[in-house]
């Protein structure tokens, strides 16, 4: 039965004159296994047993399966599955995110997309449409992600590219309509300057402003613009992705809490943005906090910190203040220059930071490196 199930797709993918749709429901058929409909169906249990779903994800699941009344549907899309050669855990994965690919018709619209990626220039091979089921569940239900990869291959410049971004975006463009708003969202984008590659890694956001209305878009665009990000910055893009899914509104605010917290000034405010747009994404509360630590403790300028603002990007408890203690303890104890900058030993990788600044003292400080540790989990070391 296995080995029949496994053989399904190959059967409709290989064969050079028969058309793979007509011939679909004798496959399936032979595939999956007689069943006698059933009022009392256990769909949790069939859940559970059948498709390895564990009992909380079964639970989970159960509401949007429970109209049916027999495995005769989900049968014939586990045969599908089988054909694609999904390991049994990658079939419990995509039934627990999306439930109902189980009441999905094989021969209507799993079985076409699979044809139409087979095809048609895309040339997918049945391992990359069983990733592709495994990245994108629901979306690959919908008949229209034809086109949508039709359209988009290009700016990735082949498959495996495109396979590779999709775990990040998990098919949110691709649900979207591709004429009423990718393709007006990506000529315009073109417009303003961004390439086919920028355009690509949009692809790759959740949620992506590619799949936002156009109105929208222009609308976002127009506020980079006020903020001073230039459009062919490369931080363009990521400014477009921070404030794409917030209202005028809510930028204003953002950026009066900006001006109010770090006590910047209009063109602060956007030299800031410009060099880290994900600013604007930060909650009110941390920047606050974030402000209080760099400019009442550390001593840091306003003006200081608006230049270099990746640094209210980073965990307070986890880097910014941890490595302020073991800068600060050198210099008190003549172990480093008093001109050594702290941005200099934030900007650093972890592993970097610890050749740096902890090991070369060992002898000196031994107990600076357990001290450091205590700091970074949130502790205010003793010494």
């Known amino acids: 039965m296995l080995r029949l199930r496994r053989s399904l797709l190959s059967q409709i993918l290989s064969s050079p004159f028969a058309s793979p749709i007509s ?4 496959f399936i058929s032979a595939a999956a296994p007689a069943v006698s409909r059933n009022p009392r169906f256990a769909v949790e249990e069939y859940l559970v047993s059948t498709c390895g779903l564990t009992r909380p994800q079964a ?3 159960f509401p949007k399966l429970s109209h049916l009344k027999s495995p005769t549907k989900p049968d014939a899309v586990l045969a599908f599955l089988a054909g694609l050669s999904l390991s049994p855990a990658d079939v419990a994965a995509v039934v627990a995110k999306d439930p109902k690919f189980l009441c999905a018709s094989v021969e209507k619209t799993l079985a076409p997309v699979v044809v139409g990626l087979t095809g048609l220039g895309l040339g997918l091979s049945r391992s990359q449409i069983a990733r592709l089921v495994s990245l994108i569940g629901v979306t690959f239900r919908c008949r229209s992600i034809i086109a949508g990869l039709q359209y988009c291959l290009p700016l990735f410049g082949s498959s495996e590219n495109l396979l590779r ?7 949110s463009v691709l649900g979207s309509d591709l004429e009423r708003v990718v393709k007006p969202n990506v000529s315009f984008l073109l417009e303003c300057g961004l390439g086919a590659c920028d355009i690509a890694k949009l692809y790759a956001y959740t949620p992506s402003p590619l799949s936002i209305s156009t109105e929208r878009i222009r609308t976002a ?8 990000v230039h459009r062919g910055s490369p931080m363009f893009r990521h400014a477009l992705q921070a404030v794409a899914f917030l209202s005028e509104e809510k930028i204003t605010t953002k ?5 109010k917290a770090f006590r910047w000034s209009d063109a602060e405010v956007g030299i800031a943005v410009s060099k880290a747009p994900t600013v604007l994404t930060r909650s009110e509360n941390l920047l606050q906090s974030k402000s209080d630590f760099l400019i009442s ?8 910190i608006a230049h270099r603002p990746i640094m209210l990007t980073y965990s307070l408890e986890g880097r910014l203040r941890p490595r302020y203690y073991v800068v600060r303890f050198l210099k008190e104890n003549g172990l480093l220059d008093h001109d050594r900058d702290y941005y200099a030993a934030v900007m650093i990788s972890e592993k970097v930071f610890v050749e740096k600044f902890i090991c070369p003292h060992k002898d000196a400080a031994p107990h600076l490196a ?4 205590t700091a970074c989990r949130g502790e205010v070391p003793a010494r």
Request: aromatic residues 6%; glycine residues 10%; charged residues 25%.
């Open 23 to 26: 011939h679909l429901s004798r």
């Open 59 to 61: 639970l989970k699941a």
């Open 165 to 171: 971004a999709l775990p990040l975006a998990g098919g």
């Open 221 to 228: 665009v127009a506020c980079i613009d006020s903020l001073g």
């Open 255 to 259: 950026v009066e809490h900006l001006k």
């Open 297 to 304: 403790e550390v001593g840091l300028e306003p003006a200081y």
């Open 370 to 373: 357990e001290d450091y540790a």
